[in-house]
């Protein structure tokens, strides 16, 4: 049976995730999280018996996941780009509040259809850029039957102007990519560097965007690399957009943070509350993403 390296599903866990990228390697069964040691055919057999049950839909370079969490069923491409757990994460630290959200860079439309799962009065944009993965997108929001609550938008987010109403949205959300041009690995996969390298905005455009799209006291949500932790509030600063949320994300407390999400507010100023860590890969994992959630203001 040919071996793939992503395919490492874990039973304690309600979504996987097929990023290949080193953190998701709590799928691995490894520490806490092991109640058996499986062997890479067992893990690959698993995975298709749990998350695959219908392939209904999808061709034959596709494949249908199932996101236990909210019974969603998110069509990918094989080989180009797939969702993580961070916008996943992101998704929960943004809360359920928000009554009309955006999110900036929707890939397959994962966080607009969590958004929506969690809050049946929510309605949901989201953007992106790439054709092929705006179809991804509208395929799933229609196949999971929120078509009603979710709109997909092909465009870049520089070219949204008289296309979204200015401080329309009570909340947004980007999963930006976490890359300088020319920084960091580059992928032989199609989609997969335009989801991780910035191309046509940069960070400072994305925060940009988004204050311009959120209404005032409004919150901007990101997820975000933490080499660049000090330029993204730097940069929130300077537009007057003040952090009020921030949360690390780490594979386990005896590792560097690999990821962080902050919430930002539009025209208020609070104090900065640092929430508990998260390690994805510990037994109180999610104690501290409960914790972290956002509530209703």
């Given at each position: 049976?040919?071996?793939?390296?992503?395919?490492?599903?874990?039973?304690?866990?309600?979504?996987?995730?097929?990023?290949?990228?080193?953190?998701?390697?709590?799928?691995?069964?490894?520490g806490s999280c092991c109640r058996k040691r499986l062997s890479q055919?067992?893990?690959?057999?698993?995975?298709?018996?749990?998350?695959?049950?219908?392939?209904?839909?999808?061709?034959?370079?596709?494949?249908?996941?199932?996101?236990?969490?909210?019974?969603?069923?998110?069509?990918?491409?094989?080989?180009?780009?797939?969702?993580?757990?961070?916008?996943?994460?992101?998704?929960?630290?943004?809360?359920?509040?928000?009554?009309?959200?955006?999110?900036?860079?929707?890939?397959?439309?994962?966080?607009?259809?969590?958004?929506?799962?969690?809050?049946?009065?929510?309605?949901?944009?989201?953007?992106?850029?790439?054709?092929?993965?705006?179809?991804?997108?509208?395929?799933?929001?229609?196949?999971?039957?929120?078509?009603?609550?979710?709109?997909?938008?092909?465009?870049?987010?520089?070219?949204?102007?008289?296309?979204?109403?200015?401080?329309?949205?009570?909340?947004?959300?980007?999963?930006?990519?976490?890359?300088?041009?020319?920084?960091?690995?580059?992928?032989?996969?199609?989609?997969?560097?335009?989801?991780?390298?910035?191309?046509?905005?940069?960070?400072?455009?994305?925060?940009?965007?988004?204050?311009?799209?959120?209404?005032?006291?409004?919150?901007?949500?990101?997820?975000?690399h933490p080499e660049r932790l000090?330029?993204?509030?730097?940069?929130?600063?300077?537009?007057?957009?003040?952090?009020?949320?921030?949360?690390?994300?780490?594979?386990?407390?005896?590792?560097?943070?690999?990821?962080?999400?902050?919430?930002?507010?539009?025209?208020?100023?609070?104090?900065?509350?640092?929430?508990?860590?998260?390690?994805?890969?510990?037994?109180?994992?999610?104690?501290?993403?409960?914790?972290?959630?956002?509530?209703?203001?």
């Amino acid at each position: 049976m040919p071996v793939n390296p992503q395919k490492h599903p874990c039973p304690d866990c309600t979504f996987c995730q097929w990023c290949s990228d080193e953190r998701c390697e709590l799928c691995l069964r490894k520490g806490s999280c092991c109640r058996k040691r499986l062997s890479q055919s067992e893990q690959i057999a698993l995975y298709e018996t749990v998350n695959r049950k219908d392939q209904t839909g999808c061709g034959s370079d596709e494949t249908m996941d199932h996101v236990g969490a909210y019974d969603l069923k998110i069509i990918q491409p094989k080989n180009g780009y797939r969702f993580s757990l961070d916008p996943v994460l992101l998704s929960d630290f943004a809360g359920n509040g928000a009554l009309k959200i955006l999110d900036l860079g929707t890939g397959c439309g994962i966080i607009p259809l969590i958004m929506a799962s969690k809050s049946a009065n929510a309605t949901v944009v989201g953007v992106e850029f790439q054709t092929e993965m705006a179809s991804f997108a509208r395929r799933n929001v229609a196949g999971n039957n929120l078509s009603d609550r979710v709109e997909i938008i092909e465009s870049d987010i520089m070219s949204l102007k008289g296309r979204l109403e200015p401080e329309g949205f009570d909340l947004v959300i980007s999963n930006p990519p976490y890359r300088k041009p020319g920084e960091g690995k580059t992928s032989p996969k199609a989609g997969r560097d335009l989801a991780r390298h910035e191309s046509t905005a940069t960070l400072a455009d994305f925060l940009a965007v988004a204050k311009r799209l959120v209404k005032p006291g409004g919150s901007v949500c990101m997820i975000y690399h933490p080499e660049r932790l000090s330029e993204l509030l730097a940069e929130c600063l300077s537009i007057k957009l003040c952090p009020v949320r921030l949360q690390m994300v780490h594979g386990n407390y005896s590792l560097p943070a690999r990821i962080f999400m902050v919430e930002l507010i539009k025209g208020r100023k609070r104090a900065l509350e640092v929430l508990p860590p998260i390690a994805v890969r510990e037994p109180n994992y999610g104690e501290n993403l409960q914790a972290g959630m956002r509530r209703e203001r």
